[in-house]
């Protein structure tokens, strides 16, 4: 569903006369061709439904009733007979037909591209475009071949003695190549070119291609290779290099739909757009895969009577979440609405969608809002006006980065639910998870926050941590901090560093400290305290190292009151559903914590 641009079919592909559809004034070589069957070397059983020929200049018949026609499917029948219902593949077309003006032809062509955007059709057209000599017989290569010289019908038709196509699929042999290269030497039967399209061409064996290569290299002037394949990176650097490469793009999703859409007018066929649309995406480019899908459709409409594709009988079809339950899961993942998103993740799953599909779904639609926010204008291709209402809504109300976050946490469950064993409850767990890290600021608030609550915790134990330590003697004259204080200040750094570290106070009053040393500290301490003491006092102390244990240094106490902050924030809800949400998060302090983005856009909506 990300086709990058338009692609072939003209919006109206209207069957030109060589079609066999309307021959509103049959000439004897449509009527041949008709006789020939259908377009692409189809047998054309409709042929005999044709307007009985000949004879006379008889008033143009009217089509006969689609139902009486046999059916031939649309991908057949749709195919791009010029150049201009290629749309889409300007680039490719305005190179070609530069050359072609100027004489200036590659010997080979390789038509490049996922399957069903075209290629053989293409090389189809080029094959035309080279051998057609117009309606009077005259003309010369043209990028507008006429569609009614009998090189064009007879292309058209699959019949064309000097057109050869051969399908690498089944002739990957040597042998097979051979056979063409003793033929090339054999100038054109009828045609200007004598010209080999070669489909799947990657498919040729190591052989074939060496065989292939010398006449590659210097091919008689009268004949042109067009290579069609999937994988031009299968194919040896030596032939890739002797070809004038095309790479024929995706079909946009919404030119898909355009293209669609037209093809059911043609056909009389109803269909809702949102139908539409759901068949677009699921071709994921390809013209051929949804048009496939479509005839389907169309199969089904009929069944049922109605004779409308409608969106509900395609969502069924296509296993697809419908596209109002998505933006109800979306709506719910951003109200933070669990048991709304869970039952509906249940109907859904009850209705045979899958789990991926629905996380599919969501994630689409957050592309769409974050395109539409963007952009602007790119929420157009929303399948319905509810849609691109909602999309637009959600576009102004959400900002970049709570779109981000919602990617990439779908991107996450999406790729849980793939190695899940049980991908209903992952789909349920990632979109709660979804929905519960939705709610949170971001990064520049999140900080704020943190700031926040670290600034009131700390006013509190600050005064419960005179009292916690319950066994520190309350200072009289001087508080223990404070005497390391002044100790620092009198230039007894690292004593003060001692003091701080290594020393827990049993009791302190003027002049007389009780202490033991905390585990670690090898030597005796006492000279230098006595020391520091003095020259932070001006007073001599008694020391005296105790047997019990005394309060936690002030190291250990700004350790634990560390601990006890970093707790209470982790159990704050916001910062659980932070880790919820990133739960490769860490916890660091607050003055590591406060990123430089500070105000991002408001995200709330
Ligand atoms: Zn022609």
């Not at 007389?512 to 001006?538: C, I, M, N, V």
């Amino acid at each position: 569903m990300i086709g990058d641009s338009p692609d072939m079919f003209g919006n109206d592909p209207a069957p030109e006369g060589e079609t066999d559809e309307t021959p509103s004034q049959p000439t004897a070589a449509e009527l041949e061709a008709a006789g020939q069957g259908s377009m692409f070397g189809e047998p054309g059983p409709e042929a005999a439904a044709l307007p009985e020929p000949a004879t006379a200049p008889a008033p143009p018949a009217p089509p006969p009733p689609a139902a009486v026609q046999p059916y031939r499917v649309l991908a057949r029948k749709y195919r791009p007979q010029t150049f201009a219902q290629l749309i889409g593949q300007e680039p490719m077309v305005q190179t070609l037909a530069n050359a072609i003006r100027r004489d200036r032809l590659a010997h080979a062509f390789l038509m490049t591209g996922v399957r069903g955007v075209g290629k053989t059709s293409t090389a189809r057209l080029i094959a035309k475009a080279l051998n057609c000599i117009g309606p009077d017989g005259q003309g010369g290569p043209t990028i507008d071949p006429c569609g009614q010289c009998e090189p064009c019908l007879a292309i058209a038709e699959g019949r064309h003695i000097d057109v050869i196509e051969m399908d690498a699929a089944s002739h990957t042999g040597v042998d097979d190549v051979r056979e063409i290269i003793e033929a090339v030497r054999y100038s054109a039967v009828s045609a200007r070119y004598k010209i080999y399209i070669i489909d799947e061409v990657h498919m040729l064996s190591r052989n074939a291609f060496n065989a292939l290569l010398k006449t590659l290299e210097e091919p008689p002037a009268h004949v042109k290779f067009l290579f069609a394949t999937t994988e031009a990176d299968k194919l040896p650097v030596t032939v890739l290099s002797r070809c004038q490469r095309f790479d024929l793009r995706r079909i946009d999703t919404r030119l898909l739909s355009r293209h669609f859409a037209s093809i059911c007018e043609q056909e009389g066929v109803q269909a809702e757009d949102e139908a539409l649309a759901m068949i677009a995406a699921a071709a994921e480019g390809s013209v051929r895969d949804g048009l496939s899908i479509l005839d389907q459709a169309i199969a089904h409409a009929d069944m049922d009577g109605e004779g409308v594709v409608a969106a509900a009988q395609v969502r069924d079809m296509l296993g697809l979440a419908d596209r109002s339950v998505r933006r109800k899961l979306f709506a719910a993942l951003l109200a933070g609405d669990g048991p709304q998103l869970l039952e509906l993740v249940a109907h859904q799953f009850a209705l045979g969608v899958e789990p991926v599909g629905l996380l599919r779904a969501v994630m689409d639609l957050t592309h769409r809002v974050t395109l539409a926010q963007v952009g602007g204008g790119q929420a157009a291709d929303a399948a319905s006006a509810e849609e691109h209402e909602a999309i637009e809504g959600w576009a102004s109300a959400l900002s970049a980065g709570q779109l981000h976050r919602l990617w990439q946490l779908l991107l996450k469950g999406h790729d849980e639910l793939r190695i899940a064993p049980d991908p209903l409850a992952a789909a349920q767990m990632a979109l709660l998870r979804v929905m519960y890290a939705v709610d949170m600021p971001d990064p520049g608030q999140l900080a704020r926050k943190l700031e926040e609550l670290a600034s009131r915790p700390a006013a509190a134990p600050a005064t419960g941590d005179a009292g916690a330590p319950a066994s520190v003697p309350a200072p009289q004259a001087l508080s223990w901090e404070e005497l390391v204080e002044r100790v620092d200040q009198a230039g007894q750094l690292r004593i003060a560093q001692i003091m701080r570290d290594w020393v827990r106070v049993v009791a302190l009053s003027p002049g007389h400290l009780r202490f033991s040393l905390a585990p670690g500290f090898s030597g005796d301490a006492s000279a230098d305290l006595r020391e520091g003491l003095l020259k932070a006092t001006g007073e001599r102390w008694m020391l005296e190292l105790a047997d019990e244990q005394g309060a936690p240094t002030l190291r250990e106490r700004a350790d634990a009151r560390r601990e006890t902050e970093a707790d209470a924030l982790r159990q704050s809800p916001l910062v659980k559903a932070a880790f919820a949400a990133f739960p490769a998060a860490e916890f660091v302090s607050e003055a590591e914590a406060r990123p430089p983005m500070r105000s991002q856009r408001n995200w709330r909506q």
